[in-house]
């Protein structure tokens, strides 16, 4: 095993292991007494205790519709839903708390700004004349909405592309961002290369033409520090259950002034002023964009598990990552056959690994693993132009959390030294 200096002969990067205990599903055993090891964190993070705990709480001491009631567990549930939104505001840094609007998840956030922008007035209004600009290390769910907007409007979807060694190729950015671009909308972490992308050089570009910026933030809300002032995007977008929270909860994040002015996407009840047989006047932001009964319970558990990762320090679990992300790197180098897609060294990129085995195909590879208790992602992870770009059917991708240990690393790779003897 490769002893990588100041990680286990010194691990004073390493937060302590008994975070671990604040996880139960950490204890489980899988297959007939192997214990669980869990690398599929960048699909879905693990859950500690304190959240579990307030969801539960929710639902045994607080359970009422928010908004409007004046009995005192509507008053209740409702001081918890709105004080969840400040603890993400605090959380991002942002401005005002106002400018947080709750979704079911990161997916959701994006198809919102892709429809406002499609149905907005001008200066805002995607149409035929205008270009919407992605790059192709996208999640589908940063893809597919603005495809359906450019098909509906006509406007013209552009893109960066690649490099070998997965990162975007900004060499010719001045001829994607042009004055007729609209939105740039990109993602700040790759789930499935791990790329960090260089958020400065192409928001700076999109602000030279007068584009609006949106970031997908999805796998970087969970691992480092996120400053929405720092990063200078119009809209963030993330989503809870990557982040020790629950599923069915995302958010986005806007500018005030943008938030004021473009039309809501969902309409019902909450997210008006004044309705009448003829029209209707809308709520301002947030709630103009929070249609309905909103995901109340896991809006508390969000604001939980952010009271758990502050209380850690995402800087802390930035280190944690980015030590294991080495050690990691280091470790596939033993292994024959084995070949990252993306990054080859743990220098801007995060803590998800996409790797082909020979001419092993990953979902095989997978399951050998799950035999072993070994829980990784197989696939395209939801994007699939990065595989056609390097020309692979799927990957198989380990990913690292802040409970994630190098001996979790290591079980991994005497793992696929058994997929390897196993298929010959």
Same mark, same amino acid.
């Given at each position: 095993?490769?002893?990588? @200096?100041?990680?286990?002969?010194?691990?004073?990067?390493?937060?302590?292991?008994?975070?671990?205990?604040?996880?139960?599903?950490?204890?489980?055993?899988?297959?007939?007494?192997?214990?669980?090891?869990?690398?599929?964190?960048?699909?879905?993070?693990?859950?500690?205790?304190?959240?579990?705990?307030?969801?539960?709480?929710?639902?045994?001491?607080?359970?009422?519709?928010?908004?409007?009631?004046?009995?005192?567990?509507?008053?209740?549930?409702?001081?918890?839903?709105?004080?969840?939104?400040?603890?993400?505001?605090?959380?991002?840094?942002?401005?005002?708390?106002?400018?947080?609007?709750? $979704?079911?998840?990161?997916?959701?956030?994006?198809?919102?700004?892709?429809?406002?922008?499609?149905?907005?007035?001008?200066?805002?209004?995607?149409?035929?004349?205008?270009?919407?600009?992605? $790059?192709?290390?996208?999640?589908?769910?940063?893809? =597919?909405?603005?495809?359906?907007?450019?098909?509906?409007?006509?406007?013209?979807?552009?893109?960066?592309?690649? $490099?070998?060694?997965?990162?975007?190729?900004?060499?010719?950015?001045?001829?994607?961002?042009?004055?007729?671009?609209?939105?740039?909308?990109?993602?700040?972490?790759?789930? *499935?290369?791990?790329?960090?992308?260089?958020?400065?050089?192409?928001?700076?570009?999109?602000?030279?033409?007068?584009?609006?910026?949106?970031?997908?933030?999805?796998?970087?809300?969970?691992?480092?520090?996120?400053?929405?002032?720092?990063?200078?995007?119009?809209?963030?977008?993330?989503?809870?259950?990557?982040?020790?929270?629950?599923?069915?909860?995302?958010?986005?994040?806007?500018?005030?002034?943008?938030?004021?002015?473009? @039309?809501?996407?969902?309409? !019902? !009840?909450?997210?008006?002023?004044?309705?009448?047989?003829?029209?209707?006047?809308?709520?301002?932001?947030?709630?103009?964009?929070?249609?309905? $009964?909103?995901?109340?319970?896991?809006?508390?558990?969000?604001?939980?598990?952010?009271?758990?990762?502050?209380?850690?320090?995402?800087?802390?679990?930035?280190?944690?990552?980015?030590?294991?992300?080495?050690?990691?790197?280091?470790?596939?180098?033993? =292994? @024959?056959?084995?070949?990252?897609?993306?990054?080859?060294?743990?220098?801007?990129?995060?803590?998800?690994?996409?790797?082909?085995?020979?001419?092993?195909?990953?979902?095989?590879?997978?399951?050998?693993?799950?035999?072993?208790?070994?829980?990784?992602?197989?696939?395209?992870?939801?994007?699939?132009? =990065?595989?056609?770009?390097?020309? *692979?059917?799927?990957?198989?991708?380990?990913?690292?959390?802040?409970?994630?240990?190098?001996?979790?690393?290591?079980?991994?790779?005497?793992?696929?030294?058994?997929?390897?003897?196993?298929?010959?």
């Amino acid at each position: 095993m490769t002893q990588l @200096p100041g990680l286990l002969t010194g691990t004073s990067q390493l937060l302590d292991e008994a975070i671990r205990k604040d996880f139960p599903i950490l204890d489980r055993q899988v297959h007939d007494g192997k214990k669980l090891v869990y690398l599929d964190n960048a699909a879905t993070s693990q859950k500690p205790r304190q959240v579990l705990d307030a969801l539960s709480g929710y639902y045994e001491q607080y359970n009422a519709n928010v908004h409007r009631g004046v009995h005192v567990l509507a008053e209740e549930a409702t001081a918890l839903y709105e004080g969840a939104r400040d603890k993400v505001a605090a959380f991002i840094n942002a401005p005002s708390r106002d400018e947080v609007i709750f $979704t079911k998840n990161a997916s959701e956030s994006l198809n919102l700004v892709a429809n406002m922008l499609g149905w907005a007035d001008e200066p805002y209004r995607v149409d035929h004349e205008t270009e919407i600009v992605i $790059t192709e290390m996208e999640h589908h769910s940063n893809i =597919v909405p603005w495809q359906l907007l450019a098909q509906r409007t006509g406007a013209k979807l552009k893109w960066f592309g690649l $490099t070998d060694d997965g990162r975007l190729d900004l060499s010719n950015i001045d001829e994607i961002i042009t004055e007729k671009t609209k939105i740039v909308s990109f993602v700040l972490v790759s789930n *499935i290369l791990g790329t960090v992308n260089p958020v400065e050089a192409i928001v700076r570009r999109a602000q030279e033409v007068g584009a609006l910026v949106c970031i997908d933030a999805s796998q970087a809300a969970p691992h480092m520090p996120l400053d929405v002032q720092a990063l200078q995007a119009d809209f963030v977008a993330f989503t809870g259950h990557k982040m020790c929270g629950p599923t069915g909860i995302g958010v986005l994040w806007g500018r005030q002034e943008l938030l004021e002015d473009l @039309p809501p996407f969902l309409g !019902g !009840g909450e997210m008006i002023e004044t309705v009448s047989m003829h029209s209707s006047t809308y709520a301002p932001a947030p709630h103009k964009f929070e249609a309905g $009964t909103p995901p109340i319970a896991q809006a508390v558990g969000l604001g939980a598990a952010i009271d758990y990762l502050s209380a850690i320090g995402m800087d802390r679990i930035l280190a944690h990552e980015h030590a294991l992300t080495e050690y990691a790197v280091k470790r596939f180098a033993e =292994v @024959p056959g084995l070949r990252i897609i993306g990054p080859t060294t743990a220098e801007d990129r995060g803590a998800a690994i996409s790797f082909t085995l020979g001419d092993i195909h990953p979902h095989d590879v997978g399951q050998v693993l799950d035999e072993q208790g070994i829980a990784v992602r197989v696939g395209h992870h939801c994007a699939r132009p =990065v595989c056609l770009r390097y020309g *692979i059917p799927a990957t198989t991708r380990a990913s690292f959390y802040l409970y994630s240990t190098p001996t979790e690393i290591d079980a991994l790779v005497d793992g696929l030294e058994h997929v390897r003897n196993f298929f010959g």
